[in-house]
């Protein structure tokens, strides 16, 4: 688990309210439980129109992964392709059979399991390179939820500070429930902005970082696929997926 993201939301919230609480503010006053239904609800069903639902539960699951599990572990990718290029030059490509349970990532299985097939370096090729395209623009979209999410939060926070202002307008008789009424009507804005700023649009960027990343994660496999059905050795497959690898702080294969 990659704890920076609970960490940073942590740090930017404790970082809000210690600077309102500086300012002489009260956390309670910005506890406004109609501001918030209308802020997180207006911005549910907003985005949820303007998304399909695969995009949703890509969505979901995309970020799931971002939260909780971070980036794919390119160094033990690289481990295991040097392994099994080992293991094919020495004992044939049917031998590698016996190593794909050990493998963990789908995409670089599923490429090995055509080599031992009997595909050839140019028919993994054909095959992979248009599921790449397509994982690529599938988590492009759903990445974009959260981006679509804090596009509209402003507007629907503004929404919710005319509402509050529109009833704080009801009250015009009564003199001593206007600065109270205008204040409430204002953390509607201040739940917008704070989601879109703070949450959603970060999150999404993040989600985007991790698209771009799983995209060179899978060019990475692919080339270490090809150069395994090329006959390549395993200190070449090593030194040209290295980069890769070691972008990220991964450790060198063995």
């Not at 919230?13 to 239904?37: C, D, K, R, W, Y």
């Not at 679509?148 to 009801?170: D, E, K, Q």
Request: charged share 20%; aromatic share 4%.
């Amino acid at each position: 688990m990659d704890p920076s993201p609970i960490l940073a939301i942590l740090f930017a919230m404790g970082a809000i309210l210690g600077g309102n609480a500086l300012e002489g503010g009260h956390v309670s006053s910005l506890i406004v439980p109609t501001a918030f239904m209308i802020v997180v609800g207006g911005t549910v069903g907003a985005t949820w129109l303007a998304c399909t639902n695969a995009e949703l539960k890509a969505c979901a699951k995309l970020t799931k992964r971002a939260v909780f599990l971070g980036h794919a572990d390119r160094g033990k990718l690289l481990e295991d392709m040097v392994k099994v290029s080992n293991v094919a030059r020495r004992d044939g490509m049917l031998a590698v059979e016996g190593l794909l349970d050990g493998i963990e990532d789908e995409f670089l299985k599923r490429g090995l399991r055509m080599l031992v097939d009997g595909s050839s370096a140019e028919d993994v090729r054909r095959v992979l390179e248009p599921e790449m395209e397509l994982e690529e623009h599938h988590g492009g979209a759903a990445a974009k939820v959260w981006e679509t999410a804090g596009g509209y939060c402003p507007t629907v926070g503004i929404l919710g500070a005319v509402l509050g202002l529109i009833h704080v307008m009801s009250n015009l008789d009564k003199p001593e429930l206007l600065g109270a009424g205008i204040a409430v009507a204002f953390i509607g804005t201040v739940y917008g902005v704070g989601f879109a700023n703070l949450l959603f649009m970060p999150l999404g960027n993040r989600l985007k970082k991790i698209v771009g990343h799983d995209a060179e994660t899978r060019n990475m496999v692919l080339m270490g696929v090809v150069g395994i059905a090329a006959g390549v050795n395993a200190r070449q497959i090593e030194e040209m997926l290295s980069p890769f690898a070691h972008a990220h702080g991964a450790k060198k294969a063995a």
